[in-house]
């Protein structure tokens, strides 16, 4: 499995931006896709955006669309989540998750559920202050 590491994360006033990094090591010739979920205290952890590894696909939630921007850097393995006009109930633990194809094909589902992601790294706390 792929091994990953959250950066980026901290505490910001709402309106600010945050972008937050994934990096990728171990077996990532292997990878489908890479995502951001999050998880509120209290709350189950949620879908926030993903993009494919190697097309030019991705999704997002709709409490971050417009918002929030996924990227990635092949070469560097490493994928982004710019987050601008951050409000307080982005307020979170963001967690960096991946895939591989035969591990998502395996599955029902998209990549939208976290169930389909077989890697996961620590999380990233994000705090928007109001």
């Known amino acids: 499995q792929v091994q990953l590491v959250e950066s980026g994360g901290g505490l910001v006033q709402a309106g600010g931006s945050l972008r937050l990094s994934c990096a990728a090591s171990?077996?990532?010739?292997?990878?489908?896709?890479m995502g951001w979920f999050r998880q509120a205290p209290g709350k189950e952890r949620e879908f926030a955006a993903a993009i494919r590894w190697s097309a030019d696909m991705s999704y997002y939630a709709e409490s971050v669309k417009g918002r929030f921007t996924i990227t990635k850097h092949n070469a560097n393995n490493t994928v982004y989540l710019q987050m601008d006009s951050l409000k307080p109930e982005d307020t979170a633990v963001y967690y960096c998750a991946a895939t591989s194809a035969s591990y998502f094909y395996s599955l029902s589902g998209t990549l939208r559920n976290s169930h389909l992601y077989n890697s996961w790294g620590q999380g990233t706390q994000v705090t928007v202050s109001s």
């Open positions: 171990g077996p990532t010739f292997s990878t489908y896709a």
